[in-house]
């Protein structure tokens, strides 16, 4: 199934949903019909009489409006207008009376905007198809008395002479909202309409299902250019002029797009645009505002990407944008599993609640958008599966790039009733963005941001292994603990310590993922592994939760020794630990009777060496980061556990 029949679809599937749902996310708009930011709310009767008039709130000013072809992706200097809701121009009689500028191209005849508006709302009310509050708005506006109405409630504001002023010259109440802080120019404020009737339950024209209805009903019945629609094989109403503002307001770019006869859009292989691309009008409208709705209700956006997947039957799709956080939802924060056994039991849980609603059979796809040029957007992923596999996929992502990650956080409260942050754990896979931040840092801009996420998904969707290059970045990173830290800063800061630990989860997940097939590792400490990379990290972590837990006890703040050497140790790890071990002896000295905890630890894991393996200086692999890891997280986990308990520990093991 092609990406556009798959939209139509699931837009037909999801007729209910039209209109608004919620604040944060963009509407399924009803065909003919497009969102704009409007600023000025207008009230009248019935009878199209003037009753009252506001600012629109920016929370609430994102309103659906009828439009044609044209209107919806208007441009230049004379832009068709909408045929009810529009700027000022189009809809005040008296728009020029009152100091108003139209665009350029209208600066010959000044009435001009506001005479297609007042036809093109005439016909429609005139049609068999007409709404009696189109009817109410049409009376209104021939009265031409919009912008003094609007002037004498302040809506607008006005000099003497009641010419419109800039903002520059209104004076302005800082305590009050007045139209200066919805736009910067009056000329460009958009209106909307209620229209308040007796019995009348909504009276919101933007709201009002029977009005869309309306508009689209006379909309498409005056159509005559009619064809086969080459996605849904009926006879509709063509279109060449398909919708934009796909992946948010304002978004000019376009999916379908043939009105280039001079260039060489479609030149040379055919002679018209309708023989290049024969899409109906509806279906078009549908597949286009389905894909917006989704990727507003539901999707990944990083600048220009867009990423979003979606079922046909609007059922609610995991994302593969998604780390392991989102998918398990606020019900795991506060568990933390221990093994990655634990960790495929707590996903299968969550998967199988996804297959209540996506049953085997259920039709699945994952689109990615991103600009081709400034005009045009291209299809740069798209694939089309099966509800099982799709799930299964997904299922084997989490589970097998799976790390304790830290850098999620939560707003709370201190005792004082400030806000702060705080972090919380989850054990699970890392997001395609949070990974991309981790194997760049700072030389991360959008481009390569969006790069790394696009190369990502198909080692998600498709299972194809993770970029090697990728993996190697964030193993060296995490390596390099004094590279994320601003080389002209020399204080030491807690943000670079939760960049770094970060950093170091990511990497453990990405080679834990990249081993996978290969070899297994535990996200525990295996006591009993004694490959020579896994063991180095375990002296490396023991060296430092030593040093730390010293100087902590001594209320001193800097970074350890075995941390300032890690990256040096990642390359020659028998040598530079002959550096860290000397270096060892001041805190051993300070921790008295508990050093023979350490020493004892230390000898345990040197044992587990072969004398080859352990004088060897050939550079680590990423696998040292997870044996470093997994030490210092038990050492840590037993932090409360008393020095004399440690101390028996090593008697009894001596």
């Known amino acids: 199934m092609n990406w556009i029949q798959s939209l139509y679809e699931t837009y037909e599937n999801c007729q209910n949903m039209i209109g608004y749902s919620n604040q944060s996310e963009r509407p399924l708009l009803p065909v003919c019909h497009i969102t704009t930011q409007t600023h000025i709310e207008v009230v009248i009767d019935g009878n199209g009489n003037f009753r009252r008039a506001k600012i629109v709130d920016k929370s609430d000013s994102t309103t659906i409006i009828p439009s044609t072809e044209s209107s919806a992706s208007r441009a230049g200097s004379k832009p068709d207008c909408h045929p009810l809701s ?162 948010r307001e304002g978004d000019n770019a376009k999916l379908i797009s043939s009105n280039d006869t001079s260039g060489f859009t479609f030149r040379g292989r055919f002679i018209t645009d309708a023989q290049a691309c024969g899409v109906g009008l509806e279906t078009s409208q549908k597949a286009h505002y389905a894909l917006s709705w989704l990727i507003s209700r539901q999707g990944y956006r990083e600048e220009d990407l867009a990423v979003v997947a979606w079922a046909t039957t609007g059922a609610n799709v995991p994302q593969p944008t998604s780390d392991s956080f989102v998918l398990y939802g606020d019900e795991e924060v506060d568990k933390v599993a221990d093994t990655a056994q634990d960790v495929a039991i707590r996903l299968k849980k969550k998967i199988a609640g996804y297959r209540q609603e996506i049953t085997a059979t259920t039709d699945v796809f994952v689109l990615a958008v991103d600009s081709a040029t400034p005009g045009r957007l291209s299809i740069v992923y798209y694939r089309a599966l099966k509800g099982s596999e799709f799930l299964e996929r997904i299922e084997t992502w989490h589970e097998t790039c799976a790390w304790r990650q830290t850098y999620r956080s939560i707003e709370e409260q201190d005792e004082k009733g400030k806000p702060r942050k705080c972090y919380i754990s989850f054990i699970g896979a890392p997001s395609p963005a949070d990974i991309a931040e981790t194997a760049y840092g700072s030389r991360l801009d959008d481009k390569l941001k969006k790069t790394t996420v696009k190369r990502l998904l198909p080692c998600i969707i498709d299972g194809q292994p993770i970029p090697r290059d990728l993996v190697e970045s964030v193993i060296r990173r995490a390596s390099n603990r004094f590279g994320i830290r601003n080389p002209d800063d020399k204080k030491y800061h807690g943000d670079e310590e939760y960049t770094w630990e970060k950093t170091l989860s990511v990497a453990c997940a ?113 696998e040292y980061l997870l044996g470093y890891y997994c030490q210092r997280q038990k050492m840590w986990e037993k932090k409360e556990k008393s020095a004399s308990d440690e101390n028996d520990d090593a008697d009894i093991n001596q």
């Not at 350029?104 to 049609?127: H, I, Q, R």
């Not at 939760?545 to 010293?550: A, D």
């Not at 990642?570 to 905890?597: C, G, V």
Request: glycine share 4%; proline share 4%; hydrophobic share 35%.
């Open 86 to 247: 529009d700027k000022l121009q189009y809809l005040a009689g008296d728009f020029s009376d009152h100091g108003g500028e139209v665009t350029s191209g209208f600066a010959g005849d000044p009435t001009e905007p506001y005479k297609k508006l007042v036809e093109l709302l005439t016909n429609w009310c005139n049609s068999p198809y007409s709404h009696p509050k189109a009817r109410a708005v049409l009376a209104y506006v021939k009265k031409k008395t919009l912008m003094r109405d609007l002037a004498i409630q302040k809506v607008l504001l006005v000099s003497s002479d009641g010419k419109l002023l800039s903002k520059e010259n209104a004076r302005r109440d800082k305590n009050a909202k007045d139209i200066f802080s919805v736009l910067n120019a009056q000329d460009n404020a958009v209106v909307r309409w209620v229209v308040e009737t007796p019995g009348d339950t909504e009276s919101r024209l933007w709201r009002d299902e029977t009005l869309w209805e309306s508009w689209a009903n006379y909309y498409l019945n005056n159509k005559d250019e009619k064809g086969v629609c080459l996605v849904t094989g009926q006879t509709q109403i063509l279109t060449a002029n398909h919708p934009k503002y796909i992946r």
């Open 510 to 622: 990405l080679f834990r993922k990249y081993k996978y097939g290969k070899e297994k590792f535990d996200m525990s400490l295996d006591e009993t592994r004694n490959t020579r990379d896994y063991l180095f990290g375990r002296l490396l972590a023991i060296a430092d939760v030593l040093e730390e837990r010293t100087l902590s006890e001594a209320e001193k703040k800097r970074p350890t020794n075995a941390t300032r050497y890690m990256q040096q140790f990642s390359q020659r790890p028998f040598s530079t630990w002959k550096q860290i071990h000397e270096l060892l002896t001041p805190y051993f000295m300070r921790q008295a009777d508990n050093a023979s905890y350490y020493k004892w630890l230390i000898s345990e894991v040197e044992v587990l060496f072969t004398p080859e393996d352990f004088l060897s200086n050939k550079p680590l692999t990423g």
